[in-house]
């Protein structure tokens, strides 16, 4: 069974900084993509940034490129997202989220996602 425990978030002020990380645990944790999706008040799930399994390859969406970096610790097998310059447009509940198999692009179709921790950016 994967479990997806996240860290961090809480509450921030426009061009503040914030990080979250997320630790899977579970079968082959070291061989799953991963990534994080946010969700604002009334509004779909959206994507945010996915890495590969070693690390080496990212995707962002653009409303969030150049601001936020993904990484990850293969060996703690925890990812990253460190957030910069936020805005309160990203303001939301941020879901980590793993898959064995998919893609970087189909980040919100993986099969595991944890509870989610509150972001909130104020102006």
């Known amino acids: 069974q994967v479990q997806l425990l996240e860290t961090g978030g809480g509450s921030a002020q426009t061009g503040d900084s914030l990080s979250l990380s997320c630790t899977l645990s579970g079968r082959s944790p070291g061989w799953y993509a991963m990534g994080w999706i946010r969700q604002a008040p009334g509004k779909e799930h959206e994507y945010v940034a996915a890495?590969?399994?070693?690390?080496?390859?990212?995707n962002y969406s653009e409303s969030v490129k150049g601001r936020f970096t993904i990484s990850r610790d293969t060996a703690k097998n925890t990812v990253f997202l460190q957030m910069n310059n936020l805005k309160p447009e990203d303001t939301a509940v941020y879901y980590c989220?793993?898959?064995?198999?998919?893609?970087?692009?189909?980040?919100?179709?993986?099969?595991?996602r944890g509870q989610g921790t509150q972001v909130t950016v104020s102006s």
């Open positions: 989220a793993a898959d064995y198999i998919k893609g970087l692009r189909s980040l919100l179709q993986y099969d595991h």
């Open positions: 890495i590969n399994a070693d690390g080496r390859r990212t």
